[in-house]
């Protein structure tokens, strides 16, 4: 495995981008291929089984573009997938982090919130997270099942997102959380409208940044790290519209040089 070869990030649609955006600001002379399902988000909705067989054509891709790394940028496959990967790539994988840890640490009565989607809620990933470093913390989790199709229609404000934020936020009424953890790698985009709700006593916690910190770690420790004072090449794929996609993509990363390709993900 070479440290020239490049870093896999994938995720079901565009979400990923925010944790891309947090590995380039860390590691810029790193090359990433990005994929975005986007023909098939949203995930989750859909049953476990049926995530972890996109996840598995993902990673299988992956093998063939000989990347050194692979990393999660999606709650929902790291929830179902993640373990089941563990140990069967020929190169490492770096999951979604659940970011609970960040959250305890501003939330001195223990009390966190967290939006994510119905897979990750049912999964109970961030309630379980918490259960193992403080049995005494109390996490409400609420799926929030209308935000990433809205996300990736483009809707990042407007009066649709608006009313979606206000119905869901209403369940954290009186639950008196100091911290919220964006449970799915879409949500940041959002993340000042959703602020604006939750009030500026909470803290709004950004899973993507504990990722990219991980997957830094993760190549310091197999000596993977990229020689390079450069700019690091950018390659996305994506499984549905290019245009959309393209548009997304310089939302969330700016105006850049990266080449964009479709894919079949159903062939691996």
């Known amino acids: 495995m070479k440290s020239d070869a490049p870093i896999g990030v994938f995720d079901s649609g565009i979400g990923g981008l925010t944790v891309v955006r947090e590995i380039r600001q860390m590691l810029p002379g790193e090359n990433i291929i990005y994929v975005g399902d986007t023909a098939r988000v949203p995930y989750g909705s859909r ?43 020929g190169y490492p994988l770096v999951p979604m982090n659940s970011a609970v840890q960040d959250a305890m640490a501003v939330s001195p009565g223990k009390r966190i919130g967290v939006v994510a989607t119905e897979a990750t809620v049912n999964n109970e990933m961030h309630k379980n997270s918490a ?28 009066p649709r997102m608006e009313a979606a934020i206000a119905q869901y936020m209403e369940f954290f ?3 008196e959380i100091e911290s919220l953890i964006l449970g799915c790698t879409h949500y940041p985009l959002i993340e000042k409208l959703l ?20 997957a830094v770690k ?28 393209a548009q ?18 159903t062939k691996y």
């Open 195 to 214: 602020q604006k709700q939750a009030g500026t006593g909470v803290h709004m916690i950004n899973p993507a940044r504990a990722t990219a910190k991980a």
């Open 131 to 158: 259960a193992q470093i403080d049995p005494e913390a109390i996490v409400h989790a609420k799926a929030c099942p209308d935000f990433v199709p809205l996300i990736e229609a483009g809707e990042v404000d407007g």
């Open 47 to 89: 049953e476990p089984k049926e995530i972890v067989a996109f996840m598995d054509q993902i990673l299988r891709f992956f093998a063939g573009q000989k990347v050194k790394m692979a990393v999660f940028a999606c709650n929902t496959m790291t929830a179902y997938g993640y373990q089941r990967a563990r140990g069967r790539c």
């Open 218 to 245: 993760e190549l310091q420790h197999h000596q993977l790290l990229r020689d390079s004072s450069g700019q690091g090449s950018l390659t996305m794929c994506f499984s549905g519209d290019l245009k959309q996609a």
């Open 248 to 265: 997304m993509t310089d939302l969330v990363l700016g105006k850049n040089t990266a080449e964009f390709k479709t894919i079949d993900l």
């Open 173 to 175: 009424s009186g639950k």
